[in-house]
């Protein structure tokens, strides 16, 4: 909030169980509340197998769609539902059921996809018209074409990149010159990057990912709202629109990728009012 950020998408899957995951979405919305930020939840059951569930992927799964996704959602707790579809974590027809309960819940799904290997389940994802595909640093060239044509935001996330000394690239100019909206994100976690600063991404997503200045600014206002289904009030400036905006004490906005540890936010307006303890 310091830098700015009016709008978060907040994950749960690190309880995997009914009772942890009802709690971290429960969490979730209250920051929402006390913060006067705006935080969309997204359900990530289907994050890791617990050990219990060890070569009983399929029961898991069964756990997930028939049990805890309904329940969460019958208490209004998630806005959009996500899987990590990897070797090291759930097949591509355990995500499809995944998505299928969530598609009979009426609810959104987006997909950790092609982060260490092409799955293909951005094609996947994409085949049920998925918000976002986050990772997708293997994500193949079909797996671009199905997102151009879903409409699929690609969710960049160079702190897990950077963290995992990775050197795969997300196939950037592949992206670009199909078209793929490109958003930007911290992935804060306690695994992969942990991340708190935006800011600090937009540099890294023109460093790292070659990503033009405007490309990565548009990457965490415009096409990051797509990414979270809130283009229709968040992510632009606009007659009719919220007023959400930072003011920043910048020359250029080039600045906003060029420097690193400093919040030069003058202040941020919610809702068309100055929030309380940010900037000045």
């Known amino acids: 909030m310091s830098e700015g950020v009016c709008a978060i998408e907040i994950k749960s899957g690190y309880g995997l169980a009914l009772e942890h995951e009802r709690k971290q979405l429960c969490v979730a ?28 992927s399929s029961d898991y799964i069964d756990l997930v769609c028939n049990e805890m996704l309904p329940a ?19 097949s591509l027809e355990e995500t499809e059921q995944v998505f299928k309960a969530a ?13 260490l290997s092409d799955m293909g389940g951005a094609t996947l994802a994409a085949r049920y018209g998925a918000l976002s595909c986050d ?7 079909a797996g671009i074409e199905a997102m151009r044509e879903a409409g699929t935001v690609a969710v960049l996330l160079p702190g897990a990149f950077y963290t995992l000394r990775d050197t795969q690239l997300p196939p950037i100019a592949a992206l670009r010159a199909a078209g793929v909206p490109m958003a930007v994100s ?6 992969t990057s942990p991340a ?11 460093t790292l990912f070659r990503l033009t200045v405007p490309e990565a600014i548009d990457g965490v206002t415009v096409h ?33 990728a060029y420097w690193f540890g400093q919040r030069p936010v003058k202040a941020v307006v919610r809702q068309g009012r100055i929030a309380a303890g940010v900037g000045s």
């Open 29 to 56: 919305r209250r920051l929402a509340k006390a913060h006067g930020v705006t935080v969309r939840t997204t359900f990530l059951g289907a994050h890791a197998l617990p050990t219990e569930y060890v070569g009983r």
């Open 186 to 191: 911290t992935d804060h976690n306690p695994g």
């Open 103 to 115: 598609r009979t819940l009426g609810l959104p799904v987006k997909l950790h996809a092609e982060q």
């Open 135 to 141: 990772h997708i640093e293997h994500l193949s060239q």
């Open 224 to 256: 990051a709202a797509r990414a979270l289904g809130l283009q229709d009030t968040h992510g632009t400036l606009a007659v009719g629109r919220p007023a959400n905006f930072v003011l920043w004490d910048l020359q250029d906005a080039a600045e906003l």
């Open 196 to 206: 708190l600063s935006l800011l600090l991404m937009v540099n890294m997503a023109c």
């Open 72 to 90: 969460l959602a019958a208490e209004g707790l998630v806005d959009a539902v996500d899987v990590f579809c990897e070797r090291i974590a759930f």
